[in-house]
Nanobody
């Protein structure tokens, strides 16, 4: 499975972006999927995860109410809608496909990773 993340860019604080993660090679419709991010000088951290059906989600506390993860299994794509962006959201965002169908925040359970897309939020 190859994951291609896109949609990052430069945005003013308070703005919005939508990230996409398109899978190819085989379907990820049976995999839990997630978005993670690595800010400068920090470890990669969980942002949002979704189960295989898109019916269960979980978010990092600091993004709750601002970010929404969703998926379209027909398109083999996962999205992260980000609004009310803050400078502290600046990071490289990675999508991952886990080994199981349930949602998980455990990065060790993720088998496939996209290359990352940079989000920069200006003051």
């Amino acid at each position: 499975v190859q994951l291609q993340a896109s949609g990052g860019g430069l945005v003013q604080a308070g703005g919005s972006l939508r990230l996409s993660c398109a899978a190819s090679g085989r379907t990820t419709s049976n995999n839990g999927m997630g978005w993670f991010r690595r800010a400068p000088g920090k470890e990669r951290e969980f942002v949002a995860v979704v189960d295989w059906r898109g019916s269960m989600t979980s978010y990092k506390d600091s993004v709750k109410g601002r970010f929404t993860i969703s998926r379209d299994n027909a398109k083999n794509t996962v999205y992260l809608q980000m609004s009310s962006l803050k400078p502290e959201d600046t990071a490289v965002y990675y999508c991952g496909a886990s080994l199981s169908s349930v949602m998980t925040t455990d990065q060790s359970r993720y088998r496939y990773w996209g290359q990352g897309t940079l989000v920069t939020v200006l003051q």
